[in-house]
């Protein structure tokens, strides 16, 4: 293994890493928060109808098996 390629695997690494601590520092900004927290309150929002469930696809199995 030559040493340049040494030096270019630490530097991807570095970078990888200042790439990270970016996206971290945006989603935890307060910036976000009020579009995080709508966001992550959807799945329970969710209220199917009686009527809903029977117009998804049934699974390959379920239909083989009955």
């Not at 209220?47 to 117009?55: C, E, F, K, N, V």
Request: proline residues 8%; hydrophobic residues 50%; negative net charge.
């Amino acid at each position: 293994m030559s040493e340049l390629w040494g030096h270019l695997t630490g530097v991807i690494i570095v970078v990888i890493m200042v790439m990270f601590i970016c996206i971290w520092a945006w989603a935890w900004s307060g910036y976000h928060r009020r579009a995080f927290s709508r966001m992550a309150a959807l799945p329970m929002e969710d209220d199917p109808s009686p009527g809903a469930a029977d117009s998804t696809p049934s699974s390959p199995a379920k239909d083989a098996g009955a």
